[in-house]
T-cell receptor, first 118, second 111 residues
Framework: NAGVMQNPRHLVRRRGQEARLRCSPMKGHSHVYWYRQLPEEGLKFMVYLQKENIIDESGMPKERFSAEFPKEGPSILRIQQVVRGDSAAYFC????????????????FGEGSRLTVL | QKEVEQNSGPLSVPEGAIASLNCTYSDRGSQSFFWYRQYSGKSPELIMFIYSNGDKEDGRFTAQLNKASQYVSLLIRDSQPSDSATYLCAVASSNDYKLSFGAGTTVTVRA
């Protein structure tokens, strides 16, 4: 029963480098969310994707951040030219619900990718 | 005003006591409400969800929802040391698909 798989679990980058975080949703799930969690803070929504389609990226910084969920392969969150403020845990979650279904909503979270920018 | 606010912690309770966690939300059109538990360094896991006003019980956990007051709470009865974690309140937006999370309340159960 493979859950949401994220890798790498830990990533260290120097300022100015690129970080790529990958997420494979649970089997049968076609909706992926990315959340960022800073120390002592809650989860902040970043982006919601379906395969080959970005549904809502209202939580994504306008620059340096991008996300994709291709037809084949994992979802990728890409951070270009990282800065120290990007250091955080990035959680991916997936769900099987479809738009307009208020009766469901459980998100299944991966173990997170912890990015440290030196 | 934050979308979802939780009572600030940390909350320390003795083993066997009741831990009470509170959460308020700003979007009056919110439909679904969730409580997640997150152990240190781990991912959040769902422990309760509630959609209708009133109480919902699941084992030692009881969720309470009052949409008129825009308030949702979680009670943990007979608290155990294994309940020590951060509890995150999450609310589904009117659009259904996006969960907004509170900052979390850290609970410590003293043996």
């Amino acid at each position: 029963n493979a859950g949401v798989m994220q890798n790498p679990r830990h990533l260290v980058r120097r300022r100015g480098q690129e970080a790529r975080l990958r997420c494979s949703p649970m089997k049968g799930h076609s909706h992926v969310y990315w959340y960022r969690q800073l120390p002592e803070e809650g989860l902040k929504f970043m982006v919601y994707l379906q395969k080959e389609n970005i549904i809502d990226e209202s939580g994504m910084p306008k620059e340096r951040f991008s996300a994709e969920f291709p037809k084949e392969g994992p979802s990728i969150l890409r951070i270009q030219q990282v800065v120290r403020g990007d250091s955080a845990a990035y959680f991916c979650a997936s769900t099987a619900w479809t738009s307009g279904t208020a009766s469901t909503g459980e998100l299944f979270f991966g173990e997170g990718s912890r990015l440290t920018v030196l | 005003q934050k979308e979802v606010e939780q009572n600030s912690g940390p909350l320390s309770v003795p083993e066997g006591a009741i831990a009470s966690l509170n959460c308020t939300y700003s979007d009056r059109g919110s439909q679904s409400f969730f409580w997640y538990r997150q152990y240190s360094g781990k991912s959040p896991e769902l422990i309760m969800f509630i959609y209708s006003n009133g109480d919902k019980e699941d084992g030692r956990f009881t969720a309470q929802l009052n949409k008129a007051s825009q308030y949702v709470s979680l009670l943990i009865r007979d608290s155990q040391p294994s309940d020590s974690a951060t509890y995150l309140c999450a609310v589904a937006s009117s659009n259904d698909y996006k969960l907004s999370f509170g900052a979390g309340t850290t609970v410590t159960v003293r043996a």
